[in-house]
């Protein structure tokens, strides 16, 4: 689906992405890495957004600078929010639509129908200005793959969105891949990859550090002596109603690795090696026990961590 | 491209209408209406000696009791000025009549006196009224006039209007001209800026066709609002200013702003497709030192200008070249009309083509992509 042969890409002097090299077959990817690391670069030259400065780009077989037909395929929801805020949900998706070359009927058909896949039916003729960001989220998502397009890409979606957001956002993507589609999704928070993908391209410094399977990037850590990423902790700051309660859940749980309560004992910090697991189940929990949550964090070190020892690797400081 | 490019232009009309985009129109219109209105008020002031043209009106001779002979004109302000007949000696001694403006009586009704349309109170002056009566017929005034005097020839007089050559080049500095130049780069200079800024380029430039479609919708949508200020514009103006041949005058203009529009839009767009960041000031001071100051340069370089064909189409449409001064012919051609009108029409296909293909080639890096 996609070959990248020592791709490098330079703003001037800054390097965007340095001297890449994969082959990805059609199927679900996620590209982790820490802000500022290149991945949003790397989403640009495949979408033929950038051109590579070296290096070359084949995305289903045709390098994708100034190919419209290969745009047709590919479905993006880029990290930047939307910022119209006197036009409909409805509208804009449409309007996105119609430039694939729909015409004005089939484009308003395929955009209700895409904004009703991310549960935007009840709020589509609203203006986007007076949505909060996680509804600005779905909307970017449906605009993607209102054209239904063979590859999705999307870069950070799950920021802003609450956990009954993620939860939903999750399950729509799953669908997408159950469906046979293939897509990438870039994150700096890697349990949300995770969540969806099983394939990863761990992306730091512009460089690729590691790629394929978890399991692969799993073993490679592991024989290195290192933690590997089912090990890795994440930690976990909830904000809610009843701090005690959701504690006590927690731990009948069995997913935590340590518990604590900070700021005056209205938040739980939380440690787990299975943050999937945790987040799937937490809006069950919250729903349960009728818990209302102010504020949710995830610093996500575990990453920082697994991203530290794969630099010492790949500078050869880990023999 | 064109279903693209419609497809734009439609939303982008649509998501545009918005309070300040509509205040920056109404003043954009409101301008060249302000500057007319101040020159028609004080149209009365302006010297008709001056002027040239079919401002000229016969008015009836009046041979009052005193035996002097008037002359009384009433313009449509309802200034009334009366005038003298005198006779003075000429270079060759001879003596000839000339008419003189007759300084006020005193305790009289005479120069400089205002009546309002519809008004039945007899003048003091029995000139006046003589006057008022040869032009409303029999009957003008509801009582007699104090006096009386009789019509005894006509002669033709000059209204204080501006000479016809003085609207067109006041309406075609301020049409086609100022509001066109200023609302195109309003609105067309910053098409690929304003996607950048608003973050919203990447959502268009990721569709078929989508960079070309942006240009195109957005250059459309351009040419749009500014054809809009200049069609009500010009409309209120000539209604303001009423010149001679109105509807000649309003079609020249619009055509000129018309042609205007498009030529000086696709040269815009592509300041705005090569210069992402000061694309605007790049095209203000290439207005400025080419539009402007090459234009009026003597020389074959000045044909390279949008403003050259514009001007000589103003003064073909309105059949100005006999009017011209000779020295004035130097800046002007001497190509038909339709010449100009193909040479405007290319530049502006060209232009339009250029900025085409550099929006696709070009790379736009946003401070995401760092």
């Known amino acids: 689906m996609i070959e990248l042969r020592n791709v490098t890409k330079l703003y001037g002097t800054v390097i965007g992405v340095n001297d890449i090299s994969a082959s990805l077959a059609p199927g679900a990817y996620g590209l982790v890495g820490p802000n500022g690391s290149g991945k949003t670069t790397l989403l640009s030259l495949i979408t033929g957004q950038l051109r590579p400065t070296m290096g070359s780009i084949r995305v289903f077989g045709e390098p994708p600078w100034n190919r419209d037909a290969l745009l047709r395929t590919i479905g993006l929801c880029p990290a930047v929010d939307v910022l119209f805020s006197n036009v409909s949900a409805l509208d804009w998706v449409r309007y996105l639509v119609e430039l694939h070359g729909f015409g004005r009927r089939e484009a308003r058909r395929r955009a209700e129908q895409a904004l009703d896949q991310v549960g935007m039916s009840a709020h589509m003729k609203r203006m986007i200005g007076t949505y909060s960001l996680g509804m600005r989220q779905r909307t970017k998502l449906a605009q993607a793959f209102a054209h239904d397009p063979e590859l999705l890409i999307l870069d950070e979606p799950f920021n802003g969105l609450d956990p009954i957001g993620r939860f939903q956002m999750t399950s729509v993507l799953r669908a997408w891949i159950r469906a046979g589609r293939s897509l990438i999704l870039a994150s700096h928070i890697l349990h949300e990859v995770e969540a969806i993908s099983p394939s990863f391209l761990l992306i730091r410094g512009g460089r690729l550090l590691a790629s394929g399977p978890a399991e692969e990037v799993h073993t490679m850590v592991d024989t290195k002596t290192e933690a590997p990423v089912s090990e890795v902790v994440s930690a976990i700051r909830i904000r809610c109603s009843d701090p005690r309660l959701l504690a006590r859940k927690l731990v009948e749980s069995g997913l935590i690795e340590s518990i604590s309560f900070v700021d005056n004992r209205q938040v739980v910090l939380l440690a787990t090696c299975q943050p999937n697991v945790v987040f799937e189940r937490l809006p069950h929990w919250l729903d349960e026990l009728n818990i209302r949550v102010d504020e949710m964090q995830s610093p996500d070190e575990s990453l920082e961590n697994l991203f530290s020892s794969l630099m010492r690797m790949h500078r050869g400081e880990v023999s | ?370």
């Open chain 2, 1 to 370: 491209m064109l279903h693209g490019a419609l497809s734009v232009f439609r939303f982008e009309l649509r998501r545009t209408v918005t309070w300040s985009r509509v205040a920056i129109w109404l003043i954009l219109v409101a301008f060249p209406i302000f500057i007319v209105s101040v020159m028609k008020y004080c149209e009365r002031y302006f010297d008709p000696t001056l002027a040239e043209g079919p401002s000229i009106r016969e008015v009836p001779t009046i041979r009052g009791n005193d035996g002097r002979l008037t002359q009384v004109t009433i313009n449509h302000n309802g200034r009334v000025r009366v005038y003298e007949q005198v006779e003075v000696p000429d270079s060759n001694g001879r003596l000839t009549k000339k008419k003189v403006l007759r300084p006020t009586d005193p305790g009289t009704e005479t120069n400089g006196q205002s009546r309002q349309p519809g008004d039945e109170t007899p003048p003091d002056n029995p000139e006046i009224a003589a006057a008022i009566e040869t032009a409303d017929g029999e009957g003008a005034f509801s009582g007699e006039p104090n006096g009386s005097a009789t019509a005894d020839e006509t002669s033709s007089y000059q209204e204080p209007r501006y000479p016809p050559w003085l609207w067109g080049g006041v309406l075609f500095g301020l049409i086609p001209e100022v509001i066109t130049l200023f609302g195109l780069l309003l609105w067309i200079t910053p098409l690929v800026h304003a996607e950048l800024e608003g973050k919203t380029w990447v959502f268009l430039a990721s569709r078929p066709r989508g960079r070309v479609s942006v240009l195109v919708g957005k250059y459309l949508t351009g040419v749009t609002w500014t054809l809009l200020a200049g069609l009500v514009s010009t409309t209120v103006c000539i209604l303001i200013a009423r010149p001679d041949d109105a509807l000649r005058f309003w079609w020249a203009i619009m055509a000129l702003v018309a042609f205007s529009c498009v030529s000086y839009g696709s040269m815009y767009s592509l300041f705005g497709v090569l210069f992402r960041r000061r694309a605007m000031v790049i095209a203000v001071a290439y207005t400025l030192i080419f539009e402007f100051l090459v234009s009026f340069i003597p020389a074959v370089i000045n044909q390279l200008t949008v403003q050259y064909r514009l001007r000589n189409l103003l003064v073909t449409w309105l059949d100005w070249r006999d009017l011209m001064p000779p020295e004035a012919m130097i800046l002007l051609g001497n190509e038909p009309a339709w010449l100009q009108m193909l040479v405007l029409c290319g530049v502006t296909v060209v232009l339009l083509v250029a900025a085409g293909v550099a929006i696709q080639r070009k790379e736009y890096v946003t401070a995401s992509d760092v």
